[in-house]
């Protein structure tokens, strides 16, 4: 598969047209060239790929778990071996540096599948001490067709994720990458097929949000809907899944607070928060983006982040020395660009960055530090997803922890400090389904993760995202 082509959807593990023949273009966000043409599925394209789901649930969630657990560890080193042709199309499609997708998105991809493929022959039932002369017990068993909507961050790895866990308990999946980037996701599914899962087990729908995603979460013959994207649109999710009363997880936004204390390693924090707010051009959902420093090491912080954002190296996504690839599209550089103007009219100060876009037709946005950010303002409230970060002082524990609780996110949290009580005092007290003392952004495929408040509820990873791909069923036997 090379970049320019033309791709289908992914449906019985073959290409297949949408049945209206209908196509839509991507272009490549280093350059506003066009990138590619892919197959707009819709509701009709919808109904074959949960068809074939249907169907192939009924012999993949029966099928030796020790088979499934092969076929998705041989995913895994499927994925290793293609990771630099996976690395370039992620890179080329999301506009990500390639040295970030090389270490970070192909290989915790290939983790995700070595992980999750372990379970397989793992979770089960238990008995249950209950009265009289019966035997009671416990079936674990999979949900069925489950439905995976997914943002264009990180669409690998976030593929996997969705991927991975359903299809080790036993469901099959179709799913529906972003308009904006989905080449990653066809090439993962053909390397699921090349190793080994069964035609229908994993369809992609390739389309946009409103017409293809909606007419999957509305989809009788789907069990769940498993969604990462933006809040507004995980509220919309919500509501139409409850026409069918099908089960949804929500991954969404974040603000997430970075707390630095006057006690920390100060250097060390200051120079991880640079990382924690502009990794993947701060399209992270968990992106440091308000960085909270104690107001007597405030300035010494606030001068190391603006010339760690000014040190960048912005450039073409595929050199392997960018560090700051363009954002995914014009759209959404205008509207980073729009939070960076909003910061300036509402008075805080920015300290880096120039609010013009650079670069050849691409959507470069530079990174942008502000100081003197007031609670109130947008930019201190609001998910922007991009390369900006509002620097607030405070002034001991509880100011920290009441500012941190001050937005309707609750996705992650930074703790720096050498006051070992202090810092886990801190993390009970947050309401963030994940908090880093004295790191960020640390992710595994065993550890949960998900969000608190409006950034959703759920969690994927781990052993925790296996009950939600599950139901249990009791079983009563007379002993008599
Ligand atoms: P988005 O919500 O616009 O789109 C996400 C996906 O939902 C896309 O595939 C889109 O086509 C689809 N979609 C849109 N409208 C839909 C509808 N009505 N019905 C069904 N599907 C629909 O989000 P985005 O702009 O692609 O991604 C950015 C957002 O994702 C940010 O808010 C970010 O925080 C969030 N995100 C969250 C996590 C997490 O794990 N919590 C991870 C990455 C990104």
């Known amino acids: 598969m090379t970049p320019m082509d033309s791709y289908k959807l992914w449906i019985d593990n073959k290409d297949k047209d949408a049945l209206s023949g209908e196509t839509f273009t991507t272009t490549n966000p280093a350059t506003g060239a066009p990138l590619a043409t892919l197959a707009r599925a819709k509701r009709e394209d919808v109904d074959v790929a949960v068809a074939s789901a249907t169907k192939a649930f009924a012999t993949w969630s029966v099928m030796d778990p020790n088979e499934r657990a092969r076929i998705l560890w041989k995913a895994g080193e499927l994925v290793m071996s293609k990771l630099e042709e996976l690395a370039k199309l992620e890179s080329l499609d999301t506009g990500k540096p390639i040295a970030n997708a090389r270490l970070i998105d192909v290989p915790r ?120 994207g933006g809040t507004d649109t995980g509220r919309i999710i919500m509501r139409t899944a409850a026409s069918t009363l099908k089960r949804v997880s929500l991954e969404l936004g974040g603000k997430s607070p970075n707390i630095v204390f006057a006690d920390a390693d100060v250097a060390t924090a200051a120079k991880a928060a640079v990382t924690a707010a502009f990794y993947n051009q701060g399209e992270l959902c968990t992106a440091g983006s308000r960085l909270l420093v104690e107001r007597s090491v405030h300035d010494q912080v606030l001068e190391t982040v603006a010339n760690g954002a000014r040190a960048l190296v912005p450039g073409d996504p595929l050199d392997p020395k960018t560090q700051m690839g363009p954002l995914v599209s014009a759209e959404h550089r205008d509207k980073v660009v729009g939070y960076v103007r909003a910061g300036e009219t509402e008075g805080a100060k920015r ?68 006051d070992i009580a202090k810092a886990h005092a801190l993390a009970a007290r947050l309401r963030a389904g994940t908090v880093w003392i004295n790191t960020y952004n640390r992710f595994d495929a065993a550890s949960p993760y998900g969000g608190y408040k409006q950034s959703g509820f759920g969690r994927e990873n781990g052993r925790a995202v296996l009950d939600e791909l599950t139901q249990l069923k009791s079983v009563w036997v007379a002993l008599t």
């Open 109 to 228: 991809t290939a983790d995700t599948f070595f992980y999750f493929s372990g379970w397989a022959t793992k979770l089960g039932g238990e008995t249950i001490p209950v009265r009289g002369a019966v035997l009671n017990y416990t079936l674990r068993e999979p949900l069925g067709v489950i439905g995976a909507i997914i943002p264009w961050n990180f669409p690998l790895l976030l593929a996997a994720r969705k991927i991975a866990p359903a299809l080790t308990v036993g469901n099959t999946v179709v799913i529906k990458p972003p308009e904006e980037a989905s080449l990653t996701t066809i090439l993962l599914a053909k390397i699921l097929a090349e190793a080994g899962v069964p035609e229908g087990v994993l369809n992609v729908i390739t389309g946009y949000g409103e017409e293809c995603g909606a007419a999957l979460v509305e989809h009788p013959g789907v069990a769940k809907i498993s969604f990462t």
């Open 351 to 418: 300290v880096a960055g120039e609010p013009r876009a650079t670069g050849e037709g691409g959507y470069f946005v530079n990174p942008t530090v502000f100081s003197d950010v007031a609670e109130k303002m947008k930019i201190a409230r609001e998910e922007i997803f991009g390369p900006v970060v509002s620097v607030i002082p405070f002034e001991g524990v509880d100011e920290a922890a009441r500012i941190a609780g001050a937005t309707e996110f609750g996705l992650a949290a930074g703790v720096w400090t050498r």
